[in-house]
């Protein structure tokens, strides 16, 4: 069975940091391209940041230059560090890992964690 569990959110004032964390089980997370979304109240879900197979990283306007992405082999976990946060990044985040095979696609959601920036 196919895990990912988010860990790491909650509240922090303006200006402020958090490392959120994805921890995978039943599958390998350096096969699979890992990104991460938000999703805020009455909005619809964005990409946030992602991380290919071969290390290459991309970024949301909103959030280059504030937020890195990185994966630990070791750990099976992506990481998202989260700095000089707004009130704007306050939304649930969601993990999330995407296979691309000839024929099919697998595609893993976690739970979602929430973050809470205060002004």
């Known amino acids: 069975q196919v895990q990912l569990v988010e860990s790491g959110g909650g509240l922090v004032q303006s200006g402020g940091s958090l490392r959120l964390s994805c921890a995978a089980s039943?599958?390998?997370?350096?096969?699979?391209?890992m990104s991460w979304y938000r999703q805020a109240p009455g909005k619809q879900r964005e990409l946030v940041a992602t991380l290919t197979r071969s290390g290459s990283a991309g970024y949301a306007g909103s959030v280059k230059g504030r937020f890195t992405i990185s994966r630990d082999n070791a750990k099976n976990t992506v990481y998202l560090q989260m700095n000089s946060l707004k009130p704007d990044d306050t939304a649930v985040y969601y993990c999330?890992?995407?296979?691309?095979?000839?024929?099919?696609?697998?595609?893993?959601w976690g739970q979602g964690t929430q973050v809470t920036v205060s002004s």
């Open positions: 999330n890992a995407n296979r691309k095979l000839p024929g099919w696609t697998m595609d893993y």
């Open positions: 039943g599958i390998n997370l350096d096969v699979y391209v």
